[in-house]
């Protein structure tokens, strides 16, 4: 009897833990027998479950188990030999239209729909720090020159993250260190506008186009809560410069450029991960660039297309949920390898730039931004003179948050440079609306 009581508690202990619909038992210690009752003399035995409950919670389980393994089979198994894959995306496509007016001929108006980026991303964990990260980048704009999306590789990179204390690094295709800093957070808004030192003359765009966001080489990263930086080595080129640009051909020389970062209210840990609805920060950033023996897109390779780029700037930005502020100053030079050789020898550069953000309503923001900037170009030879160009941008947007995802933005710029070469005259004007979606996944 008691061998039967033991064995029948052992079982019925196991699946109590499972089922839920159990009853509770008591023995009497000096006959062994079982009651479903309290009373005197007799001991609790625990909870348990009729064998009828059992079978049913049984036959439910494996049924489910069964329609568990039949929804598998209509996935796809992915194999890596890295630890985790993470898949990622952002898109920026629009509607554009741009209505440049030059004080002669050169007259156009442009209006279309655009990819302006389309970046998919994947990064191979190897632990929970370390990682390979690739990045494709593919672009169709009013000002494209080809009849298909062109696609870059935009990162590719290997992250290792405690190489020094408190510093990684980034080997490969990487961030170069000013822009991606600006764009995460003092400027937001690369879907319809790039940063002042990126910006280049296009139908949508005019600017100084002195540096591009990533190139071929190593970043070092230090973040500590007060202070944050970026030093690295690269080509100097950026990733998609065309042509001779894109290498080291007939050059040992390599470009060092930095930045340095202190945060007076701290959070220099989650720099670039700030949420600007949420957080508040006050940074302010030196910057720079020395490049020696710098490349344009040119075919043939010589003294007259070879010269060293500096690059020198400040910038200060402060967030809190409401409202955002930034502002900055920069000056660059060029100077060309062989100042002997004839046509443009130097570009001296200067430029400063103010943006601002207002959240009046959940979801919703108000922006602003007004760009300056002046571009002095030195020649030698019969009957050279110096060019100088003086530019003007303002823009306005508002931007509405779908939801986490998706983003809706409206915007307006306003160009105004003197002194540019547009054609066969110079001075341009130039006004750009675009309707813009961002999505994020």
Known sequence: MKKVVLSALAATIVTSAVYAETMTLFTDPKTGQVFTTAGEGRVEMGD?????????????????????KDAQKKFVNVKSKAKTLEFSGTHYFGLTSANPETNGAAKNQSTGFELRRNYLQVKAFFNDKDYFRVTMDTTKELGSTTTHANMYVKYAYLWLDKVLPYTGVEIGMAHRPWIDYEEHNSWKYRSFNKVILEEKGTTTEAGVDLINSADLGVNFKTKTENFSSEIGVFNGEGYHADKAANNQQNSQDLSLEWRLTGHILGSGTKVGKNKVDKDTYLNVSTYGLISKNHKDNNTTLNDATEYDRSIYGIHAVYNQPEFLVAAQYFTAKDVAQNETVTGDNSKNYKGWSVNA??????????????????????????????????????????????????????SA???????????????????VYMMTTEVKW
């Open 357 to 410: 953000e207002y959240r009046p309503f959940t979801d919703w923001t108000v922006i602003g931004r007004y760009d300056a900037y002046k571009i002095e170009t030195v020649t030698k030879g019969t009957g050279a003179t110096a060019v100088s160009t003086d530019g003007t941008k303002t823009i306005g947007a508002l931007a509405y948050k779908y939801n986490k995802n998706v983003s809706f933005i409206g």
């Open 413 to 431: 710029k306003f160009i105004n440079e003197d002194g540019a070469t547009v054609g066969t005259d110079s001075g341009q004007t130039k006004d």
């Open 48 to 68: 348990f479950i009729d064998a009828k409950t059992i079978d049913m919670n049984q036959r439910e389980s494996e049924s489910a188990f069964s329609e568990y």
